[in-house]
Structures are given as structure tokens and as C-alpha cells.
């Protein structure tokens, strides 16, 4: 509504109601976070060799049994082979000792026919190790974070117009409720292809959850307060939750007991259905005023001040109307030129941010011998990334935050490869360093998308951005596989999507105190190409729209 934060004035911008509006909606993202990257635990692949059956073999042979492979220039017992048991009896039944008197070199291998051996020095048990998902099977491995992120793709395409459908408050819990249950659902799973169906129906009931409480706090919250909620509130809620993965990893080294742990905090946000209201704004919209009115009348005696008699005045409800009745949809995108090439930079800036992010996120089991450590660092990481964000909206402008935050970010990562392996804390702080700049434009990029498109088609565009996001998130799992063939092309990949992000950057419009378009004739204009704080200091008048053309 155009005039809601004017006519809830009264109410103020930090009185109870909107406190406990804050507070509740920031916490009930928290299992999103530790629920997000869990798989990272879930499905970690173990140490594991062949399975050797409880066969008469003297010591000698029992260790020389599995052979030993070089492997990126260290020597390693093999994962998916053996020398062939019958021969190895043999030799071991005859006195025969490995290596002096048989030439090891020249033994007939096989596959792993009898299973595998995992190692339990951290965990007692994973998917991997569930299902056997190595050597053949390796690809089932990346595939469930696929799964997982093909889920939150498709809760991303339809959370939006469910909520428009359904109301916020609705979707909120349900899908709250959908992810509880089907995380606890997964520790059912009789095998692989089930468990992926059930990870993805939990996915899209991640990132609906997470959508329905970032739109129900933003109509909710006036004025400075919706902006912390919005930039950095929903992100620190998060964070928290990623934070408190490790910590439930740690201590739950089986893969069902983790994810028992993971579902029961869903259940428990259920009885706030009495304490969060549903959106006023879009009660409005939907010509339902006594509602609306009832809700912002219950948030007077929470502040403790007297509202009008009459809050929302039938003019402003038929503003409401006029409103809807503008129809746009996802070809909007398409109109104009102009529209156009904004929309194409916005989603390579969103395929690069989120398949990086993603990309990091995944690989903190690589970091350091310690996961759970690893883990903890790369969510910690995310409380200045966040702050800095925030800082960057209320000072910075858009453009130039977005091009230095990439080239920080790629450079960091194309770094990596000219580390020597000696010192492995400094690749690690590269790689955070990439990992902060990418989670700082992350949260960046939902501001700045919002205040390019106009209002009539803000919504869809935003939601057009998000699903190209994830389709990188679904990338992100075999992208990291990459590293068989070169250890270090990962980073080189995604050092260089940032890159080719940030020049890219440089063709967007600049919107950094300037008013909200409302019409797509409204819209900021690309600016000349010329370094972006000359161009935001002829942009700063008071409005006036950049109408300078490329």
C-alpha cells in the first residue's frame, strides 16, 4: 500500500509489538541456517578402503592387501581396489611374505565385491557410508546437496505466489512445519532415491520458510527498523543457526541422530501461530480492512497508544485496488531495452554469488582435518560479512559496493592456487576472505535488485533473480568434484565468475539515495561507463531519476 508507514505513524517504528515482530521472525529463520548446510555432515565421505573378509591372513598380508596409489603427489592405501583375495590366500597359506617374495607390482586387482570399510575416527556413520555411495557410486554423493538446492529452487518459484494466494502467515508455518517434518522423515529412508525425494520436498519447505518470514517482517516493520530486519536481522538469524551446526555435529556423530536433532527446533517455533500476526499490507490487498485494522488495533494496546478511529480510510483502500489491477508477470523482464540488459547483469550477478557461496559453504569439510572446526569458521565468518553489508547499504553506493566486493572476492580465490601447500593457514584465510565477500553481496544483492525494479513487477523480478540463483546452488555440489582433475579449478572458476560478475557491474544503473521507481518508465537508466562514485555524485540531487544513456 502506498501510504501504509504514513498511516501507522502512530504506532512508532520500536514499540513492543514490533520488537516481538522482530525477535520471533529472526529466530524462526535460525533452523534454516544449521538445516541449510547440513548436509555437509550428513553426507561427508568417510576414510574407507575394501573390505577384506575374517580370512586366515598372516599380518603381513592383511596389511599389504589394499595398494597403495599415488594421489595428488602423496601415497594413499586405494579406496576402490584390491588384490585379488583368492591369490592373496594363497600366498598367505604358503608362508609367502608381500613384497619380498611376491612382487605386489604384478598382482591381479578387483573391485571392492565384498563392501567397504569406513573409518570412524569422526564419524560413527554418514549417508555415504549408509548407502555406499563411493568409488562407482561417487556421483550419488554430490547429487543430494543437487537435490537439496533443487528443492530450494522450486520452494523459491512458488513460495512467492502461494503467499500472494495464501496470505504470509499461512506459508510461514506450513512450510516450517514441512521441513520439521520431512527432515525427521529422512531418518526413514530405506534408500538412496528415497531419502533424495524426501531431501528435496524438505528443501522447498527451507526456502519458503525463509521467504515467508523475510516478506511478513519487512510489511510488517516501518521505517529504520524494516531496513535492519531486512539487511541484516533475517542474515544474523542465519548465521546463528549455521554457527550451531558444528556444535550439533559434534556431538551427534550418526547421521540420523544429527538429523533428529535438526527437526525437533521446527516443531517447537509451531505454537507462535498465537504471537506473529499475519501481514496488514496484505490483508489490504486483498480488501480484507476489518482484519487489517484489527491486527494493527492489537498492536496500539501492545504499544500503548491510542490509534483512530478510523485507520485505513476507504481512499487508501481503493489505491490498493488500482494497484492490482496492473497486471505484469515474468515477461515484464523483457519490455524494454533498458529492463532487459538490467535484468540479464542481475542474474549472472546472482548465478555468480550464489554458486560461490554455495561452492564455499560446501567445501568446509576440505579446510582443515578438523570439519566441525572448518564448519564453525565458515559460518562465523558470515556475522561481519552481514555487518559489513549493512554498513555498505547506509553508506556506499550500490555499484561500487557490488564491483569491489566481487573483485575482492575472485581475486582472493584466484590466489589459492599460488600458495604453497606448506601453508595451508593462509589458503584457508584466502578462501574466508572469498567466502566473506560473496556472503557481504549476497545480502547486498537482495537490496539492490529491489531498488532497480519498480514496484508493479519488484516481487517477480526478485523472485526471477532468486530461481537463476539457484540453478548455481545446483551446480555448486559437481563443481566442487572438479578438484580430481585439478586441485585448485574450483577457485579458479568461481575467482573468475566473480570477475566477469564485477565488470558486468559496471553497466548497472546506480540507485544509492535515490526514490523507489514505481512504473517501468520510472526505472534508473544505465549510466555512461565511467568510474561510479563521479557518476553517483551527478545522480545525489534530491528526485531526480538518471536518465543518462551508455
Not at 433 to 449: A, P, R, W
Amino acid at each position: 500500500m502506498k501510504d501504509y508507514d504514513e498511516t501507522t505513524a502512530f504506532l512508532g517504528q520500536w514499540g513492543c509489538f514490533q520488537r516481538v515482530v522482530f525477535f520471533v521472525l529472526v529466530a524462526s529463520i535460525i533452523p534454516n541456517g544449521f538445516g541449510a548446510f547440513s548436509v555437509v555432515f550428513l553426507a561427508d565421505v568417510p576414510s574407507h578402503h575394501c573390505l577384506v573378509p575374517d580370512e586366515n591372513l598372516t599380518k603381513g598380508w592383511l596389511d599389504a592387501i589394499i595398494p597403495v596409489e599415488l594421489v595428488d603427489g602423496k601415497q594413499e592405501r586405494s579406496h576402490c581396489s584390491r588384490y585379488r583375495l583368492d591369490l592373496v590366500k594363497n600366498f598367505s597359506a604358503q608362508g609367502l611374505i608381500p613384497g619380498r617374495d611376491v612382487n605386489l607390482s604384478q598382482l591381479e586387482q578387483e573391485g571392492c565385491v565384498d563392501g567397504w570399510s569406513y573409518s570412524k575416527d569422526i564419524y560413527e556413520s554418514t549417508v555415504v557410508s549408509e548407502f555406499d555411495l563411493v568409488c562407482s557410486e561417487q556421483w550419488k554423493q554430490p547429487f543430494i546437496s543437487t537435490i537439496i538446492f533443487l528443492g530450494v529452487l522450486i520452494g523459491s518459484f512458488i513460495s512467492g505466489q502461494l503467499s500472494d494466494m495464501f496470505g504470509r502467515k499461512p506459508v510461514l508455518f506450513a512450510t516450517m512445519a514441512l521441513q520439521a517434518v520431512f527432515t525427521f522423515v529422512q531418518i526413514f529412508s530405506p534408500s538412496w532415491e528415497v531419502l533424495c525425494v524426501l531431501t528435496c520436498i524438505g528443501g522447498m519447505g527451507q526456502i519458503s520458510n525463509y521467504v515467508s518470514g523475510f516478506v511478513l517482517g519487512t510489511e510488517i516493520l516501518t521505517g529504520n527498523v524494516r531496513v535492519l530486519f531486512s539487511s541484516m536481522g533475517v542474515c544474523l538469524g542465519f548465521a546463528c543457526g549455521y554457527m550451531m551446526l558444528p556444535l550439533f555435529a559434534y556431538y551427534l556423530r550418526n547421521w540420523k541422530s544429527l538429523l533428529l536433532a535438526l527437526s525437533v527446533p521446527g516443531l517447537a517455533y509451531l505454537p507462535l501461530w498465537w504471537i506473529i500476526p499475519e501481514s496488514p499490507r496484505w490483508l489490504l490487498s486483498q480488501g480484507r480492512v476489518e482484519e487489517a485494522e484489527a491486527i494493527v488495533r492489537k498492536a496500539a494496546r501492545w504499544n500503548k497508544v491510542q490509534a483512530p478511529l478510523v485507520i485505513f480510510e476507504e481512499s487508501s483502500a481503493d489505491g490498493i485496488m488500482t494497484l492490482l489491477e496492473e497486471h505484469h508477470n515474468i515477461f515484464s523482464l523483457l519490455k524494454t531495452k533498458n529492463i532487459r540488459n538490467i535484468t540479464v547483469i542481475l542474474c549472472l550477478l546472482w548465478f555468480s554469488l550464489s554458486t560461490g557461496y554455495c561452492g564455499l559453504s560446501l567445501n568446509t569439510s576440505r579446510l582443515h582435518a578438523d570439519p566441525f572446526l572448518s564448519c564453525f569458521i565458515s559460518a562465523i565468518v558470515e556475522v561481519p560479512a552481514y555487518i559489513s553489508s549493512w554498513f555498505a547499504l547506509r553508506y556506499i553506493p550500490r555499484r561500487v559496493s557490488t564491483i569491489c566486493i566481487l573483485l575482492f572476492g575472485g581475486v582472493s580465490l584466484c590466489l589459492i592456487q599460488l600458495i604453497p601447500e606448506s601453508l595451508l593457514s593462509l589458503s584457508v584465510a584466502l578462501e574466508m576472505l572469498g567466502k566473506f565477500s560473496i556472503t557481504s553481496g549476497t545480502s547486498l544483492m537482495y537490496v539492490y535488485t529491489a531498488e532497480l525494479y519498480p514496484t508493479v513487477i519488484r516481487n517477480t523480478a526478485t523472485g526471477t533473480c532468486s530461481t537463476v540463483a539457484r540453478v548455481g546452488s545446483c551446480i555448486a555440489p559437481f563443481l566442487l568434484q572438479l578438484s580430481v582433475y585439478f586441485k585448485y579449478l574450483p577457485y579458479i572458476l568461481l575467482g573468475t565468475l566473480c570477475a566477469v560478475s564485477a565488470f558486468a557491474a559496471l553497466f548497472l544503473p546506480e540507485s544509492f539515495k535515490l526514490p523507489l521507481p514505481e512504473t517501468i518508465e520510472q526505472m534508473h537508466k544505465r549510466k555512461r561507463l565511467k568510474w561510479p562514485l563521479i557518476a553517483m555524485k551527478q545522480q545525489s540531487k534530491p528526485g531526480v531519476l538518471s536518465e543518462t544513456k551508455l
